[in-house]
């Protein structure tokens, strides 16, 4: 079973929905998360950070449930340009362990 | 904003080359990383710095070594370039007392081995 798991879509969405992706992780250890966004051919960007139970940021929440094991992001009123795809990530230990998802990839359109 | 550069976007070597790859941020970040990325398997560690002369080895650093003699300047460098060495390589980082996952990626090096 992979450390981090992610649904690896399309999730084809039309502009203005409302959209979420889960991602689970299996180290219960795993003390932060973070959603990068990823354009194709480009370099991943860090788009939240999680540290406790979540995070909003503008049309981006992101849930922690520490009891389930599993991130959520939900973007909502979808623009054409939210089309990429987003990486999930833990963090865990002291050091610099960082796994990453394979990613979900978001396609919205007209 | 913080500046990632890596030195060649895409590259085509033989196999049993030696290929150098080369990432230099401009932030005075300690914390450097090299990941490589392929299709169905996410990004992968394969080497990370805390600081200069300073290496670690990370989950899949067979076939490469790395050099940090300048603490801007991170190279991964792969002795015998192999088949499955082809994919695209990433260069990461971030500085001492920030976010461990809060990285700032360069534009990745696409590295094909024929």
């Known amino acids: 079973r992979k450390e981090v798991e992610q649904d690896p879509g399309p999730f084809n969405v039309p502009e203005g929905a409302t959209v979420a992706f889960n991602c689970t992780y299996s180290?219960?250890?795993?003390?932060?998360f973070f959603w990068y966004r990823q354009d194709c051919r480009k370099e991943p960007k860090l788009l939240m950070s999680?540290?406790?139970s979540g995070n909003e940021d503008g049309r981006f929440t992101a849930q922690l449930n520490r009891a389930s094991q599993y991130i959520s992001l939900l973007i909502r009123d979808s623009k054409l340009s939210d089309s990429a795809t987003y990486l999930c990530?833990?963090?865990?230990?002291?050091?610099?362990?960082?796994?990453f998802g394979t990613g979900t990839q978001l396609k919205v359109e007209l | 904003d913080v500046k990632v550069t890596q030195s060649s976007r895409y590259l085509v070597k033989r196999t049993g080359e030696k290929v150098f790859l080369e990432c230099v941020q401009d932030m005075d970040h300690e914390n450097m990383f090299w990941y490589r990325q392929d299709p169905g398997l996410g990004l992968r560690l394969i080497y990370f710095?805390?600081?200069?002369?300073?290496?670690e080895k990370g989950d899949i650093p067979e076939g490469y070594s790395v050099s940090r003699e300048k603490k801007e300047r991170f190279s991964l460098i792969l002795e015998s370039a192999s088949t499955n060495q082809t994919s695209m390589y990433l260069c990461a980082s971030f500085p001492s007392g920030s976010r461990a996952g809060e990285l700032f990626f360069g534009e990745g090096s696409r590295l094909t081995v024929l």
């Open positions: 180290n219960s250890a795993s003390q932060s």
């Open positions: 710095s805390y600081d200069v002369k300073m290496k």
């Open positions: 990530v833990a963090h865990t230990g002291g050091g610099n362990k960082l796994t």
């Open positions: 999680v540290y406790s």
